[in-house]
């Protein structure tokens, strides 16, 4: 019974413990899963962070950002389970962007380089155009404002030669202009990111010169392959005080004029060299001539016919030079938006529209009534047949060569009127109406204050100073 007893209690201790040992070998094999789990877990989310700082370092364009988020989870997780992915994620994404910039690049029209040097002025956008090989050419809107710069000058006005070199952040282009005056230029602007962009392709394909040109341009935009018709502008000026402010201000608003040719006529014996100092640091394609005032009407105290010799020089100048554009007077002392120039480009024989702060009535402008030109609205018509302003009409270069005998009278007052009556025939129906006819005002007579003559330096007191290098600059009449 002891025995028995001894036995099953000996039994019932080593069940025991068995049970004791199974119990303690679940719990540490729940213990370890746990510890497992934490690590799988802490390990990927550090993974995670890890990708995702990456991704924030990687200079993606927004484009290539949202690509990427559409990749599939295991292209994601190729990132996230493989230790050495990170390593190499730098080389992936560098084959990403060359692919997606491969991609755009070939769609992309090249554009052949073309230099054409002309023998008329009016065959510029003819000749550049037939030389194109398609209509339309994709181009930067990173290019810079040309910078032009007069190397030689004659004594033959019809002779004057010019030098122009654009200049960019990355390209050099050289445009010349003939002695007709217009520049012929073909723009090659790269950015730094078509630069990066070629240097990876390089090592890929061997490039030709066409290719090392014409790379793919960011931010492009569809513009017309061939030069617009030419616009001649015509600014009589004389020597005063404002002379070099005014024409400052003129300057740099045609500089936003394409395929312009610039005539500054100085009523005066000579040229001065600040006007020409002054006309090559704005860098617009210019000829500066002079054409005094006749004595006769200099000694007159009556109005003086001011402006009148310089604009019938510059008639001259376009019946020996020009075969097509528009000629348009622009007073230097007068305010153009330049939505203005693009407008009467496209003339065919006369246009006309308002101009501002003229007169008591503010603005001078035909009056339009049903689309047709029906009568004149000025504050002073004085019997002329076109009461307008000199900034408000512009002319056909071939309507203006059909007739020889057209020019300016020395009339003060009837100018305008004048010249174009001197262009007769012309029908009013034949007169075309610009600024969304004549509804909109984008020219301004606004003058300029006039100022007294800048008193003589004291040459000993500010001796070597910088007031002896500005005076030099200053316009006394």
Request: aromatic share 8%.
């Given at each position: 019974?002891?025995?028995?007893?001894?036995?099953?209690?000996?039994?019932?201790?080593?069940?025991?413990?068995?049970?004791?040992?199974?119990?303690?070998?679940?719990?540490?094999?729940?213990?370890?899963?746990?510890?497992?789990?934490?690590?799988?877990?802490?390990?990927?989310?550090?993974?995670?962070?890890?990708?995702?700082?990456?991704?924030?370092?990687?200079?993606?364009?927004?484009?290539?950002?949202?690509?990427?988020?559409?990749?599939?989870?295991?292209?994601?997780?190729?990132?996230?389970?493989?230790?050495?992915?990170?390593?190499?994620?730098?080389?992936?994404?560098?084959?990403?962007?060359?692919?997606?910039?491969?991609?755009?690049?070939?769609?992309?029209?090249?554009?052949?380089?073309?230099?054409?040097?002309?023998?008329?002025?009016?065959?510029?956008?003819?000749?550049?155009?037939?030389?194109?090989?398609?209509?339309?050419?994709?181009?930067?809107?990173?290019?810079?404002i040309p910078s032009f710069k007069s190397e030689s000058r004659s004594g033959s006005l019809g002779g004057l030669q010019k030098t122009a070199t654009m200049k960019t952040s990355t390209t050099t282009t050289t445009t010349r202009t003939t002695a007709s005056g217009l520049a012929t230029t073909k723009l090659l602007a790269t950015t730094r990111a078509t630069a990066k962009t070629s240097a990876k392709l390089s090592a890929a394909t061997t490039p030709t010169a066409?290719?090392?040109?014409?790379?793919?341009?960011?931010?492009?935009?569809?513009?017309?392959?061939?030069?617009?018709?030419?616009?001649?502008?015509?600014?009589?000026?004389?020597?005063?005080?404002?002379?070099?402010?005014?024409?400052?201000?003129?300057?740099?608003?045609?500089?936003?004029?394409?395929?312009?040719?610039?005539?500054?006529?100085?009523?005066?014996?000579?040229?001065?060299?600040?006007?020409?100092?002054?006309?090559?640091?704005?860098?617009?394609?210019?000829?500066?001539?002079?054409?005094?005032?006749?004595?006769?009407?200099?000694?007159?105290?009556?109005?003086?016919?001011?402006?009148?010799?310089?604009?019938?020089?510059?008639?001259?100048?376009?019946?020996?030079?020009?075969?097509?554009?528009?000629?348009?007077?622009?007073?230097?002392?007068?305010?153009?938006?330049?939505?203005?120039?693009?407008?009467?480009?496209?003339?065919?024989?006369?246009?006309?529209?308002?101009?501002?702060?003229?007169?008591?009535?503010?603005?001078?402008?035909?009056?339009?009534?049903?689309?047709?030109?029906?009568?004149?609205?000025?504050?002073?018509?004085?019997?002329?047949?076109?009461?307008?302003?000199?900034?408000?009409?512009?002319?056909?270069?071939?309507?203006?060569?059909?007739?020889?005998?057209?020019?300016?009278?020395?009339?003060?007052?009837?100018?305008?009127?004048?010249?174009?009556?001197?262009?007769?025939?012309?029908?009013?129906?034949?007169?075309?109406?610009?600024?969304?006819?004549?509804?909109?005002?984008?020219?301004?007579?606004?003058?300029?204050?006039?100022?007294?003559?800048?008193?003589?330096?004291?040459?000993?007191?500010?001796?070597?100073?910088?007031?002896?290098?500005?005076?030099?600059?200053?316009?006394?009449?």
């Amino acid at each position: 019974m002891k025995g028995g007893n001894y036995t099953s209690l000996g039994t019932y201790s080593g069940i025991n413990a068995g049970g004791n040992v199974a119990v303690a070998g679940k719990m540490s094999l729940g213990k370890s899963i746990k510890m497992y789990l934490t690590i799988f877990i802490l390990t990927t989310c550090i993974y995670m962070a890890l990708y995702q700082y990456h991704i924030s370092r990687e200079p993606f364009a927004a484009s290539e950002v949202v690509k990427h988020q559409e990749k599939s989870s295991s292209y994601i997780a190729s990132y996230l389970w493989s230790p050495i992915s990170l390593l190499m994620a730098n080389s992936s994404f560098n084959t990403i962007n060359d692919s997606t910039t491969t991609s755009t690049t070939t769609t992309t029209a090249p554009t052949t380089p073309t230099t054409t040097t002309t023998g008329t002025v009016g065959s510029v956008g003819q000749k550049v155009g037939a030389s194109s090989t398609s209509s339309i050419h994709m181009v930067s809107l990173a290019a810079t404002i040309p910078s032009f710069k007069s190397e030689s000058r004659s004594g033959s006005l019809g002779g004057l030669q010019k030098t122009a070199t654009m200049k960019t952040s990355t390209t050099t282009t050289t445009t010349r202009t003939t002695a007709s005056g217009l520049a012929t230029t073909k723009l090659l602007a790269t950015t730094r990111a078509t630069a990066k962009t070629s240097a990876k392709l390089s090592a890929a394909t061997t490039p030709t010169a066409s290719h090392m040109e014409n790379g793919h341009k960011t931010r492009p935009t569809f513009v017309a392959a061939s030069l617009p018709p030419p616009l001649y502008i015509i600014t009589p000026t004389y020597r005063r005080p404002e002379q070099l402010a005014e024409l400052t201000r003129l300057g740099y608003t045609l500089k936003h004029v394409v395929n312009l040719l610039w005539l500054v006529i100085e009523d005066a014996n000579k040229t001065n060299p600040l006007v020409g100092h002054t006309l090559d640091r704005i860098g617009v394609p210019y000829e500066y001539m002079v054409a005094p005032m006749p004595e006769k009407y200099k000694q007159t105290k009556k109005a003086k016919p001011r402006g009148v010799s310089n604009r019938n020089r510059g008639l001259e100048y376009l019946r020996e030079h020009a075969t097509e554009g528009v000629l348009y007077f622009a007073d230097d002392d007068n305010t153009y938006d330049i939505s203005i120039f693009e407008q009467m480009r496209y003339i065919s024989k006369v246009a006309m529209w308002p101009v501002g702060l003229v007169t008591k009535t503010g603005v001078s402008s035909p009056i339009i009534q049903a689309g047709k030109l029906v009568g004149y609205y000025d504050g002073w018509i004085g019997g002329r047949k076109y009461p307008v302003d000199m900034a408000g009409f512009a002319v056909s270069v071939k309507f203006l060569k059909e007739r020889p005998n057209a020019q300016m009278p020395f009339k003060p007052g009837y100018e305008e009127d004048g010249f174009l009556r001197s262009l007769a025939p012309l029908d009013d129906a034949e007169i075309e109406l610009l600024a969304d006819e004549c509804r909109d005002i984008l020219t301004w007579h606004t003058q300029t204050k006039k100022n007294a003559p800048a008193q003589a330096l004291n040459r000993t007191r500010y001796k070597n100073t910088n007031l002896e290098h500005i005076d030099r600059l200053l316009v006394r009449p």
